[in-house]
């Protein structure tokens, strides 16, 4: 009886590193796509000050 709780006690701590492997490599995935994700985020909100300097000096020559 104690060595099948070992064996499970063995099995449950290889899972549990396993889980913490998944996680940690989600985790690297999350900050990866995260970074992705503010560069396109600033890239958007450049091209909309483009516009908006764009909008403005058009505005300008007009006048």
Do not use: G, P, R, W
Request: aromatic share 8%.
């Amino acid at each position: 009886m104690a060595e099948l709780f070992k064996e499970i006690m063995l099995k449950l701590e290889e899972v549990k590193n396993d889980m913490y492997k998944q996680i940690q490599s989600l985790d690297k995935k999350v900050s990866i796509y995260q970074e992705q994700l503010n560069t396109f985020i600033k890239k958007i909100e450049d091209l909309d000050t483009n516009k908006k300097e764009i909008k403005n000096e058009f505005k300008s020559l007009k006048e």
